[in-house]
Each structure stands twice: as C-alpha cells, then as structure tokens.
C-alpha cells in the first residue's frame, strides 16, 4: 500500500513552539522523505467552531495565520495539499453516517474528550457537535484513505477511536476504509511540550505559549520569565532539573553545535546540567542560552513568514486550489461509503431496475 498522510490543526490562533515540536517539524521532514503518495494538511475550521461558535470571526481571521505559518516552516504546497475542512462538504455527511457506529458511552470514555471538556469548563453544557468531534476526525482521515496521521501523545485517543469506526465499518458494510497509524514525534519530549508557565500544556488559551512568529524582543520577555527550580535563589544553590521547563525546552531543542556556539564552556546539554544540579550555573544563564537557541530555530521561520505576508493572494489561491483538490477526493471515498451502505440508490442499476416507473 502506497502511503497517505493526513495531519492538521484548529485555526483558533497562530501555531506556536508546541505545535512546531509536536508535528510540523516531522510533518516537513515527511514531506522531504517523499516516502508517499499523497500528503494532505487540514485547517480544521469545522472543528474549531464546535467550540467557538459564538465567535467564528476568531476562526475566521485565523485561516491565513494557520496558512503563514504552514508555508513559514517549510510547508510545500508542491508537495503537500494544504485545503480548509468546511471547503470539503463530503466530510460533513461522512461524520453523520459513522455517528450510527459509535454509542454515546464510548465517547464519554474518550481520555482526550473528557480532558478538553474539562480544560474549557462545559460541564454539562457541552455542544453537540465538540462532544462528537472524534467522529469528525475519523472522517477527516477515512475520507482521504490515510494510513498515516502524525499527531501528538494527546491525540493517541482520537486514533483509537477512528480505527474502531473503519474496523466496525468494514465488518458491517464492505472493505472501503483504510485503518490508520499514528506517527508520534521522534523525541518523547516533544509529545507534550509544557507552556512558559510550568502548566503541563502549551495552550493559546492559557496564554503560555510561544508563537512561531514571534519576534525576538518578545520571544526573550517569554523566555526570561520562564518557571524554573524556585528554590535555586542564588547561583551556588543546587538546582533541581525535573518539572524546570528551561531544562524541559533545551531536551526538545538544543544540540551539541548549540553550545560550540552559544555556550562553549561546556561540551553537551549532559555537562550544563550537572553543573547545575551541583550548583554554579544561574537561571540567567541558562534562560539566555535557550533565548539564543530558539531565535536562531525562529530566526529563519520569521523571515520567511514576512515573505508569504506580502504575497497573501498567492497563499489565498493555494488554500483554494488545495480545498478543491481536497473535495474531489473526498467525493470519490464516500461515493464507495454510499455504495458499500446501499444507499446510492441513483446509480444502483438493481434498485433502478426494480423500482423505476415503466410506461
């Protein structure tokens, strides 16, 4: 089997280092392998709105953002059909058919469900359409036939729940759906990249996050105030590296070349910090240091953002021709949803020939 890859993101804000670590760096690096077929990237509006229905000028005027920063890490539409998922009408009906596959108490059950409800305070006043919402995703994949989805650790739940749909589809119906795999990013730090604040998420809404576009002044006020050991007060205290998100972000995004660079005292990550757990190193330092690392990562991704920022017609036509694209193909899967359930009663020639008016 050929492969084909589906990933995207809520455009309910611009993308941020979380994001970055979590997915569009493999997804770039995926897209420069070439080991596939087709590889599609959603701007999941749809989705966004379950949550932000009283406010969709919020998703609205976050599509192009979402786009900039697509085409600002190395996005290649190219090579990557970048499509908006309210443009593609097909996905819509294929949600409602697999709602008949799935019971409300298995929803219920949904680790990633339950940890978002819970993250916006629903509580017992949850829209429909966010409780649903696995459904969607599982259309969102079926419908392009992915055997590939790169996600992050909290969307392990979501895979689950679509490879329960095409398993009981197929049974049911006929072989139509294609049972995906979830790719997880290669450094098991960057599963879940803790906010600036300690928080175990880097989240818009928590406003602990650092965006792609950020530029530099704001990016070192967000690194300079990051949570550390509070107990390391002087620079002789020994310090504690679990749960200090400094140390937490130099995992996800030092390299060795980093410190010949930017620390050359030391040789790798491993030497600065034992020399912080012994004490002699300050939280100054070592916040300076990530600063320097992150701006040359950003730096570039800057750079070319302001670039696609002055030619917003040509990102416009290429979220257009990609939303096309997208719907084509998405047509062509649940036509055979439609045939494998029988109800394509237009084109079946056993129901016309049976039912059909004869003069």
Known sequence: MENIILTGDRPTGKLHLGHYVGSLKERVKMQNDAN?????????????????????????????EVALDYLSVGIDPNKVTIFIQSQVSALTELTFY????????????????????????FNNSIPAGFFTYP???????????ANIVPVGEDQLPMIEQTKEIVHTFNNIYDEVLV???????????????????GKNKMSKSLGNCIYLSDDSDTLKKKVMSMYT?????????????????????LD??????HFEKFMPEYKNLEQLKAHYQKGGVGDIKIKKFLYNILDS?????????????????YVYEILKKGSKKASDTANETLNEVKNAMRINYF?????INKYSYKE
């Open 229 to 249: 050991d509070p107990n390391h007060i002087r620079v002789d205290d020994p310090g504690k590296i679990e749960g200090n998100v400094v140390f937490t972000y």
């Open 98 to 121: 697999y709602m008949n596959l799935v019971t409300v108490s298995r929803l219920k059950r949904n680790p990633t469900v339950k940890s978002e409800i819970n993250l916006r305070g």
């Open 36 to 64: 596939y077929k087709d590889m599609y990237l959603m701007i999941a509006d749809s989705q966004a709105l379950t949550d932000n229905f009283s406010n969709p000028n919020k998703v609205r005027d976050n599509i192009i």
């Open 135 to 145: 459904i969607s995703q599982a259309a969102d994949i079926t419908a392009f036939k």
């Open 252 to 257: 996800a995004f030092c390299e060795d070349e």
């Open 179 to 197: 049972m995906p795999h979830a790719v997880l990013p290669s450094n098991k730090v960057c599963f879940r990249l803790p906010g600036t604040d």
């Open 297 to 313: 990562i950003l730096e570039p991704i800057r750079i070319k953002r302001h670039e696609y920022e002055g030619k917003i017609g």
């Open 347 to 351: 084109i079946d020639k056993d129901f």
